[in-house]
């Protein structure tokens, strides 16, 4: 078995064993390239110089971009992607897409080719955030859009806005990313404080989102866990946790989807306070299953 698989790498030129994988016609490895991921192609394309120059088709590459992938790359400069190949243009891709000023950025998942986004806490609507009494922006490694918003304490908690987006079709997964407690590093170490955290598992936040064509979802969690701390702590403190809200399906990029998204807990009777708020993201719904841990469905 294991001279047989040799021979096959070694093709024509060399023993005389036979056919090998050098002799297959560069066209055929493009057909089977259509069926592989894009790390795969990438590893076959070390294989020999047919595997390397079909790992460079437009063909094999256009298929794994989506449909209106002009559309991403309508929101860079044009000078970034005139003349690439559309291997260049999935790498480019594949790279976070910032619009709206930097508060939002769009990509594309290096395994799938599928559309993601994220929006930061900056492209929000929350109220109150110009009153330092309330709210403060903490600059960290943590986000990637390198910045979250720190509630220190507020009784009206209230954040809400919109993203109007060509997303190709697909069902999407929409969820807000959170953390209880203010994080920071000392001596090289990550250190949680929860001074201001409170008020969190009196009430819960409710979530919600609905699209321009009429989808909707609402869901309600209790932030905090007070009641069921244990000898290894709250497991609600001190990490971050993506929220989901729901999903909700796109038919087509025309028209653009509108998407409106909220949080709110505006119950006055008690403040509330220790919150990070970091980003939400809209994501294939299958691909979220696979994102990191720390989801709450």
């Known amino acids: 078995m294991g001279a047989a698989v040799s021979?096959?790498?070694d093709g024509a030129n060399?023993?005389?064993?036979?056919?090998?994988?050098?002799?297959?016609?560069?066209?055929?490895?493009?057909?089977?390239?259509?069926?592989?991921?894009?790390?795969?192609?990438?590893?076959?394309?070390?294989?020999?110089?047919?595997?390397?120059?079909?790992?460079?088709?437009?063909?094999?590459?256009?298929?794994?971009?989506?449909?209106?992938?002009?559309?991403?790359?309508?929101?860079?400069?044009?000078?970034?992607?005139?003349?690439?190949s559309k291997k260049d243009i999935f790498a480019l891709l594949s790279r976070p897409v910032p619009f709206d000023q930097g508060n939002k950025e769009a990509w594309l998942d290096r395994v799938t080719g599928r559309v993601c986004l994220a929006i930061s806490a900056r492209g929000m609507a929350i109220t109150g955030i110009d009153d330092r009494r309330?709210?403060?922006?903490?600059?960290?490694?943590?986000s990637r859009f390198n910045?979250?918003?720190?509630?220190?304490?507020?009784?009206?908690?209230?954040?809400?806005?919109?993203?109007?987006?060509?997303?190709?079709?697909?069902?999407?997964?929409?969820?807000f990313r959170l953390h209880l407690g203010r994080f920071s590093k000392r001596l090289g170490r990550r250190v949680c404080t929860f001074e201001h955290t409170h008020g969190w598992d009196i009430k819960p936040v409710r979530f919600e989102f609905s699209t321009s064509d009429g989808q909707q979802a609402s869901c309600e969690f209790c932030l905090d866990d007070t009641e069921h701390d244990d000898a290894n702590g709250n497991h609600k403190r001190?990490?971050?946790?993506?929220?989901?809200?729901?999903e909700f399906v796109v038919s087509d990029s025309e028209p653009v989807t509108e998407v409106r998204f909220s949080m709110k807990q505006i119950d006055c009777t008690h403040s509330k306070g220790g919150l990070c708020v970091d980003s939400l993201f809209i994501i294939p719904s299958d691909l979220k299953k696979h994102k990191r841990r720390g989801v709450l469905k």
């Open 238 to 246: 001190g990490c971050w946790i993506d929220y989901k809200v729901g």
């Open 7 to 9: 021979g096959l790498g």
């Open 14 to 84: 060399g023993s005389g064993i036979g056919p090998g994988l050098g002799d297959i016609p560069e066209s055929c490895v493009a057909c089977v390239f259509m069926y592989l991921t894009p790390p795969e192609i990438c590893n076959l394309a070390r294989l020999n110089r047919a595997f390397r120059g079909a790992a460079s088709s437009d063909s094999v590459w256009e298929s794994k971009l989506p449909p209106n992938y002009q559309d991403l790359l309508d929101l860079l400069p044009a000078e970034r992607h005139q003349n690439l």
């Open 134 to 142: 309330y709210w403060n922006w903490i600059t960290t490694e943590e």
């Open 147 to 175: 910045i979250v918003a720190y509630l220190q304490q507020i009784w009206w908690f209230e954040v809400d806005g919109l993203v109007k987006f060509p997303f190709p079709a697909d069902t999407y997964t929409l969820s």
